[in-house]
Each structure stands twice: as C-alpha cells, then as structure tokens.
C-alpha cells in the first residue's frame, strides 16, 4: 500500500474541506432588501406592503444533488391565528445582478396544522423543530414544484447578500407575500427531497438560510414580513443544525 507524505495528506484535507465550505446549500431562502441578524440566524426586513421571498435551489453545482423534487413551503405562526397569505410568482428583476428569466408557476395550497405537528418530508421523516414546531405552532403548506432549472446565477446566502452571483446556476423562484388578517410572527421554512441512487434524500434550507418575521398593522391592511427578531425567534435554535 501506497503510503502518501504527511503534508500531501494535509494539503489533501484541507481541500476537501474549502470545497465542502464553499459548496452553497441545496435550498435556501432570501428576503429581499433583508439584512442578517447573526443573533436569530434569520434575514430581517421592516417593511410595509408586499414581501419579495426568494427560494433558492442548487440543482447543479457544487454541493448540489440534481432536480429537487416537490419543493414545499411552510409558513408558521402562533396558534390561534387565522392569517391570510398569498404568494404570487415573480422574478428576481435583476435585483443586485441575480437574474431570473422564469416566473414560476403559482404555489399550490396543501393544508393547514393545527395539532402542534411538524412538516414531513419527502422521506417520511419530520422537519427538524429548531424551536418553531410544536405546542403552540400552526402552519401553513405549500407546494412550489420541482427545481430543476439552471438558468439563474446563485450563491450562498449565508450572513450577507452576495456582491455578485457565483458561476454556480440553479433555480431561483421570488415570489411577491401579502398577508392579512394577522398580527404576530410568521416563520418561513423550504424543504424537500432529492434522488439518490434511487433512494429518497430529505434536504431543507439549513435554519441560518430560513426566513422569520414580524407582522404589524398598517393603514387598510396587515402585512410585514421578514426574517428575524421577535416572535419565533425566541422560541428556535433548539436542535442541531443540519
């Protein structure tokens, strides 16, 4: 057996581990115009009328998997809400040079929870609680399709909007929330599966991609959403990240 230097095995290493850092996660979610809040691990945005949420799948490159199937999005809430949400499909327009020359197609509404349950997968298994889900959490469902497209630039989102879009392609579905009839915390989370050898692989937006905010009553309307500070936020970061 061929016995490499220790240096080699080194340098080795810790090239694999750039790569596996610098790989941008199989979904992710964005709050345009949001700034990082590094406490809650969340986009923030104060901001009235309508919410621009970007979903963001890496099907192609680096750390990504191929098609993501049966994407789905979950909007969460204390218990006892009633919030009327609707999600238009849009575009990026161009936004900070992440350009996005497909609309979606319109989610589809699956179902509201009120049992304190969490999400299932596309492997059948639970989405990670991370203090959102359970005991005195409803939420909302939606299905937003396959991602399988490459025809948008993308990037991590990690901690800060990226200057410029990586040479990585994938999918990026914006769509335009409105909400009404709500007052408190709505929390945004994107999950779903990939194939793997035939095998089903559960992936979800990693909770320091995830989207969480405020909404307070303005004239005529109630809407404010973001990723943040108040509410849920209180409540999460309970389990181990992804």
Do not use: C
Not at 35 to 48: M, R
């Amino acid at each position: 057996m061929r016995i490499l230097p220790l240096a080699v095995l080194t340098a080795a290493l810790v090239a694999a581990s750039a790569r596996e850092a610098s790989a941008i996660p199989i979904l992710q979610l964005y709050v345009e115009g949001g700034s990082y809040d590094a406490g809650s691990e969340t986009w923030v945005i104060d901001a009235g009328g309508t919410i621009r949420l970007w979903t963001i799948g890496n099907v192609a490159g680096e750390g990504g998997k191929g098609t993501i199937y049966d994407v789905r999005l979950s909007i969460a809430y204390d218990a006892g809400a009633s919030p009327t949400v609707t999600l238009t499909p849009s575009t990026t327009g161009g936004y900070g040079g992440y350009t996005d020359p497909s609309t979606s197609a319109a989610p589809t509404y699956l179902q509201t929870r009120t049992d304190g349950s969490a999400p299932i997968m596309g492997d059948g298994g639970s989405l990670a609680g991370h203090g959102v889900f359970g005991p005195g959490t409803w939420w909302q469902e939606y299905l937003l399709g396959d991602f399988s497209l490459t025809d948008s630039p993308i990037a991590d989102f990690i901690t800060s909007f990226p200057a410029a879009p990586s040479e990585t392609k994938g999918q990026i579905n914006v769509y335009e929330i409105n909400s009404s009839g709500f007052t408190g915390t709505l929390h945004f989370d994107l999950y779903d599966h990939y194939l793997s050898r035939n095998k089903v692989k559960a992936t979800f937006a990693p909770f320091s991609h995830d989207g969480e905010g405020n909404v307070v009553p303005e004239p005529g309307t109630l809407m404010l959403l973001g990723a943040g500070v108040a509410g849920l936020a209180a409540r999460r970061r309970r389990l181990a990240r992804r």
